[in-house]
């Protein structure tokens, strides 16, 4: 048996049935983690009016919110634990797009309940967006307090979250974005963000660039960035794209416009061509974003899939437009590392290569440790920089290090 001295569903059902009657609206405490109703006391309901209630429902509800209203009071009575759950179970399955499109104040304490006895994400998943979502399209800032709520997060799953942020975005933008902005959780402002972002997208491109620049300035946050760059380059090609970075600085973003420029291009180099990336980074090869290391990370993204991710790493450094300063460095420590993992594999991927400048730091590499066992072959090596003063400082290590 349940206790009589909180709010169990038992309670609710007098309370939801007295509201259906008179028009009044419970006041719920929120569901606790752990799935059990809140703390507050109730006035004028002793265990006998609980008890008096029905406790069984025989017949199915059918499409219509009022029969489902009266299904779920007759469930919410019940004072046996197992056939309260299995009658909570049963009702998620009736829970169809004709009783939410009927959904009512009244109805949402109850629903949650149900959800709360029903089980954990297996049992309530398929419910969790549209019943939420519903619930935020009848009153968004309650269902948007409810799914933030860290108590109610075994109730209300990330889907929850997503569909209130989605739907509340399409009623009031602007007021569901202060009020993502105003989340403590880092966690939850990020991911609804990308959702709020998707449903800002369909309507306006030009507002999404705004409000992305603005989390990034305010918070530093990425939410929506990879749905704002596909959608730019399918709307405006990655010309668009290039004009966005290109007129985005720290006006609009902030001290640190180079990560966040990382992250848009980083995410063009996993969906993305490889000329595409190419020329972009060629465009804005004397920004300080395009380094070393953010090459070497593009390089990665751009072959996840090769059989031999290290030669193709190096294969697509070393065809980057010459323009690009940080190429040659790129190149020379994705060569060293694979050099390490791969002596021989590293020496016949450089022996193939089409040699220039942006050659000089691997051979060089490759010239220092082939001198402790081959002078000669070294020095062949190191005749090849290109670079005169490199070419002079290596031969010169050969030379005092080989004897």
């Not at 009022?66 to 004072?79: C, K, R």
């Not at 600085?249 to 640190?256: I, T």
């Not at 031999?308 to 065809?319: F, K, M, P, S």
């Amino acid at each position: 048996m349940k206790t009589t001295t909180l709010i169990t569903h038992g309670t609710w059902a007098a309370l939801a049935v007295g509201a259906f009657l008179l028009g009044r609206t419970p006041h719920p405490d929120e569901a606790d983690p752990d799935g059990t109703a809140g703390g507050q006391l109730v006035s004028g309901m002793s265990p006998a009016a609980v008890r008096s209630a029905p406790t069984s429902w025989t017949s199915g509800p059918g499409d219509s919110p009022t029969g489902f209203s009266d299904a779920m009071a007759a469930a919410l009575s019940e004072t046996d634990e197992e056939l309260w759950k299995t009658q909570a179970v049963g009702l998620m399955s009736e829970l169809t797009p004709q009783v939410l499109d009927g959904l009512t104040e009244e109805m949402v304490p109850g629903i949650l309940q149900l959800f709360a006895a029903a089980g954990g994400y297996e049992v309530t998943w398929h419910k969790q967006e549209a019943f939420f979502g519903a619930w935020a399209r009848l009153n968004p800032e309650a269902a948007f307090a409810y799914v933030t709520d860290p108590k109610n997060k075994r109730v209300a799953y990330s889907s929850a979250r997503s569909a209130v942020i989605e739907e509340w975005a399409k009623i009031n933008m602007s007021a569901a974005q202060d009020a993502l902005a105003g989340l403590e959780s880092d966690n939850d402002r990020h991911n609804m963000g990308n959702h709020l972002m998707s449903v800002l997208l369909e309507s306006d491109l030009d507002a999404s660039v705004a409000y992305s620049a603005r989390l990034w300035k305010e918070e530093g946050s990425t939410s929506g960035i990879y749905r704002l760059v596909k959608n730019l380059r399918q709307e405006r090609g990655i010309e668009g794209v290039q004009e966005w970075l290109a007129n985005t600085g720290a006006s609009e973003l902030g001290d640190n416009v180079v990560a966040y420029k990382q992250e848009a291009v980083e995410w063009l180099a996993y969906r993305g061509t490889q000329a595409e990336i190419a020329g972009l980074l060629a465009a804005n090869a004397d920004d300080p974003f395009v380094d070393s290391d953010f090459l070497q990370k593009v390089a990665r993204e751009l072959t996840r899939k090769a059989e031999n991710r290290a030669r193709a790493e190096l294969d697509v450094i070393a065809n980057l437009p010459d323009i690009i300063g940080a190429k040659g460095q790129a190149l020379g420590e994705r060569f060293e590392s694979y050099m390490k993992e791969d002596f021989e594999g590293a020496g016949a991927w450089l022996d193939g290569q089409k040699r220039g400048p942006q050659h000089d730091e691997a051979i060089e590499i490759f010239v220092r440790s082939a001198t402790m066992d081959d002078v000669p072959t070294a020095m062949l090596w190191a005749d090849q920089i290109r670079d005169p003063e490199l070419r002079s400082e290596t031969i010169q290590f050969v030379q005092e290090r080989g004897g």
